[in-house]
């Protein structure tokens, strides 16, 4: 494996563990109204699908901080969540595999 790939399963190990932790920080925060926690950690996974060029869930990730930052409103929040989680759905078989790989 070249140095990039070992990097690359590095970073995407730390991910996969970290990201359902993200994700269920992202529900609770929504329910607690936690605007402030909300759009930290959805601006911490927009960065990281960023570096993966996963770019569907980035976007999701960049709408929920934009709504925890500006409107605060908690159902387009809801939806932008759930958009989020479906995009992760998608992308982490993807990033397993890949890692799996490497």
Do not use: M, Y
């Given at each position: 494996?070249s140095?990039d790939?070992?990097?690359i399963?590095?970073i995407?190990?730390m991910f996969?563990e970290d990201?359902?932790?993200?994700?269920?920080?992202l529900?609770?925060?929504?329910?607690?109204?936690?605007?402030?926690?909300?759009?930290r950690?959805?601006?911490?996974?927009?960065?990281?699908?960023?570096?993966?060029?996963?770019?569907?869930?980035?976007?999701?990730?960049?709408r929920?901080?934009k709504i925890?930052?500006?409107t605060?409103d908690?159902g387009?929040a809801?939806?932008?969540?759930d958009?989020?989680?479906?995009?992760?759905?998608?992308?982490v078989?993807?990033?397993?595999?890949?890692?799996?790989?490497?």
């Open positions: 494996a140095v790939e070992e990097i399963a590095i995407g190990e996969l990201c359902p932790r993200h994700l269920a920080g529900r609770s925060a929504l329910a607690a109204a936690d605007w402030k926690t909300l759009n950690t959805a601006h911490t996974l927009k960065g990281l699908f960023g570096h993966f060029a996963a770019q569907p869930a980035r976007e999701a990730a960049a929920l901080e925890a930052a500006t605060e908690a387009s809801l939806s932008a969540l958009q989020l989680a479906i995009e992760t759905e998608h992308f078989p993807h990033l397993a595999s890949a890692v799996r790989k490497a």
